[in-house]
């Protein structure tokens, strides 16, 4: 049995668009990007106690192993905020857990 190829030639620009484009794909992205922008306003310290960072309805967690370091942060949550806010539009809340 022969199997059906799509009729329709896509050139590589669409293929690759499509691939970025797929909701699977934008999230590891999106969830490594923010990893990235934690990594650039965080030191060294945060970053060994921070467990996961993931995106939820728009709204930004941010898992630490350190119930000090989560207040800490806590309190400096709307500077966090604006330096994540400057790359990632989209989100409108950031949280520690």
Do not use: C
Not at 51 to 61: A, D, G, Q, S
Not at 63 to 79: G, M, T
């Amino acid at each position: 049995m022969k199997s059906k190829r799509k009729s329709k030639l896509l050139s590589i620009k669409d293929l690759t668009s499509e691939l970025y484009n797929s909701d699977k794909m934008k999230k590891g992205i999106n969830e490594v990007e923010l990893t990235n922008t934690w990594n650039k306003i965080t030191s060294k310290q945060i970053q060994s106690r921070t467990k996961k960072i993931f995106v939820k309805e728009n709204k930004l967690y941010i898992k630490v192993s350190s119930a000090p370091l989560r207040n800490e942060l806590s309190n400096n949550r709307k500077i966090l905020f604006e330096k994540f806010k400057e790359e990632h539009k989209y989100l409108l809340e950031i949280y520690f857990i």
